[in-house]
Each structure stands twice: as structure tokens, then as C-alpha cells.
């Protein structure tokens, strides 16, 4: 299965992505890691580089039989068709998940504190995710997905609802 989460930087995917694949022993394929590896061997724009990357390293685990976490912003429709070709191609089931905060002050004191695990990642500030979303760059989901709101609730808890979505199929 490939399980694909989207959402705005500082919302809590990666949190949530780390835990669940750890819950359920799932690949996590993270795109900050995958961009940050690219810039530090002298990649100029990443453009969709480190999407591709990832869909290629995605269809090989999902070949081997591992369930796989795509851990990345998927802000434009182009991306999340991306993954969801990748599924096909395998053939695997894909699910999107689309992780939000909805307490605009949690969003932001977490965008504004979180603490990195990236040597060189300069994540987004919150300027630069409102100016963003403001300037049309994340796109609205235009189908069904599982929306997971991260406001206010422990990561226990967020993942145990994710999986009880995820059992529901």
C-alpha cells in the first residue's frame, strides 16, 4: 500500500509519517530528506527533482511488498497525481491523507519553534507558507482523501485515528 500524505509545512506529517511507519513497520520516504541530499550535492532548483526521486524509490519498495509513507507538502494536484500513477504502475492501493492544523496561533508557533533534524534544511517561515497559500502555490484537494486535523490532539491520538481510517479502507 502506498499511504500519501500531503499538508502545509509545520502541520505535523513528518511526526505523524515517523510514528505510524514505526506503528505498522512502513518505509518512510521523506521529501525534505531526499531535497536536502540533492542541494548538498550541489543540485541548483529542485523543481520536481525530489519528487521524481521519490516516486522511484517508492515503486521499488512497493514492488519488494512494503507498504510505503510519502512524507511531503504535495501542495499542486500534479504531485499528488504523481504518486498516485506511481501506485498504479505498481499495481498497489493508494490512500491520500491530507494532514491540517486547524488552529491557525498552533500552526504558527509550531512553523516558528519546531527544531530541526535536517543539518542545512531552512525550513519555510511563516511569511513565506502564508504568501504561499495566499498566492495560490497549495492547491485545494479536488478528491476524496482522509483529512487528519492535528489542532489541539496528541500524536498517540492522531495516529490511532489515522489507522482506524486506514482499516476502514
Known amino acids: 500500500m502506498l499511504i500519501i500524505l500531503g499538508g502545509l509545512p509545520g502541520?505535523?506529517?513528518t511526526t505523524l509519517a515517523r510514528e505510524l511507519a514505526r506503528q505498522i513497520g512502513a518505509v518512510h520516504l521523506r521529501i525534505d530528506s531526499i531535497e536536502q541530499a540533492l542541494r548538498d550535492a550541489g543540485g541548483g532548483s529542485m523543481?520536481?527533482?525530489g519528487y521524481r526521486v521519490a516516486y522511484a524509490v517508492a515503486a521499488d519498495n512497493l514492488r519488494l511488498g512494503r507498504t510505503?509513507?510519502?512524507d511531503c507538502?504535495?501542495?499542486v494536484a500534479a504531485s499528488r497525481d504523481g504518486w498516485r500513477a506511481v501506485a498504479a504502475a505498481v499495481p498497489v492501493a493508494a490512500v491520500e491523507i491530507e494532514i491540517v492544523c486547524?488552529?491557525?496561533?498552533?500552526?504558527?508557533?509550531?512553523?516558528?519553534?519546531?527544531?530541526?533534524?535536517?543539518?542545512g534544511l531552512v525550513p519555510p517561515t511563516w511569511a513565506e507558507i502564508e504568501t504561499e497559500v495566499r498566492?495560490?502555490?497549495y492547491e485545494s484537494w479536488d478528491r476524496a482523501?482522509?483529512?487528519?486535523?492535528?489542532?489541539?490532539?496528541?500524536?498517540?491520538?492522531?495516529?490511532?485515528?489515522?489507522?482506524?481510517q486506514l482499516a476502514r479502507g
Open 73 to 75: 507538502v504535495n501542495p
Open 47 to 49: 523543481d520536481d527533482a
Open 145 to 164: 482523501r482522509i483529512v487528519i486535523d492535528t489542532a489541539g490532539s496528541a500524536v498517540a491520538d492522531n495516529v490511532r485515528a489515522l489507522r482506524a
Open 102 to 119: 486547524s488552529d491557525i496561533d498552533e500552526h504558527r508557533r509550531r512553523v516558528e519553534t519546531r527544531s530541526l533534524d535536517l543539518p
Open 135 to 137: 498566492a495560490g502555490g
Open 68 to 70: 510505503l509513507i510519502a
Open 11 to 13: 502541520v505535523g506529517k
